[in-house]
C-alpha cells in the first residue's frame, strides 16, 4: 500500500519533523508499505510563501494523495491550527481514499469536520501504523 502521512510543520523545527518522517516510513516499509512523501526540509525553508509557491506545493501534495491508498492525518498537537492536514483530509475523503487521524489529547476528535471526514480515530502514531 502507498501510504501519504501529513502533519503541522508550522512552528516545528525541521529535525523534528524530518525523524518523525523517517520514523513514519522505517514502520510502514516495516509492514511491507511505502510512504510517498517524505520529508524534504530544503523544500519547505526555501520557499517563500506566495501564490505561485502555494499552487505548487497544494498541486504536489494533492497529486500525492491521488497516488495513495491510506492518508494518515496527525492532528494531535492541542491548541494547534491544521490548515493544511484538515484540507489533505478533506481531498482525500473526497477522492474517496481512506482516512486514519491522530488526535492524541488535542481534543480534535470532537469536531464534526474530523468525525465525517475520518475512516478511522486513533490516539498515537503506532496506534495508527498498526491498522495498516
Known amino acids: 500500500m502507498k501510504i501519504y502521512y501529513c502533519r503541522a510543520m508550522d512552528g516545528i523545527d525541521n529535525n523534528t ?7 513514519v516510513r522505517v514502520q510502514i516499509n516495516a509492514k511491507g508499505h511505502c510512504l510517498i512523501n517524505d520529508f524534504n526540509a530544503d523544500s519547505y525553508e526555501t520557499l517563500a510563501i506566495t501564490e505561485e509557491n502555494s499552487k505548487k506545493v497544494v498541486h504536489g501534495n494533492i497529486s500525492d ?3 495513495s491508498d491510506i492518508v494518515i492525518v496527525n492532528l494531535s498537537m492541542p491548541n ?9 483530509m478533506i481531498y482525500a475523503k473526497q477522492m474517496g481514499i481512506r482516512v486514519i487521524v491522530i488526535v492524541g489529547e488535542s481534543g ?6 474530523t468525525l465525517y471526514h475520518s475512516d478511522c480515530i486513533t490516539n498515537s502514531l503506532d496506534e495508527a501504523i498498526a491498522l495498516l
Open 17 to 23: 519533523i524530518s525523524q518523525e518522517y523517517t520514523y
Open 80 to 88: 494547534h491550527s491544521y490548515i493544511g492536514c484538515v484540507g489533505e
Open 65 to 67: 494523495i491521488a497516488k
Open 108 to 113: 480534535n476528535d470532537k469536531h464534526f469536520w
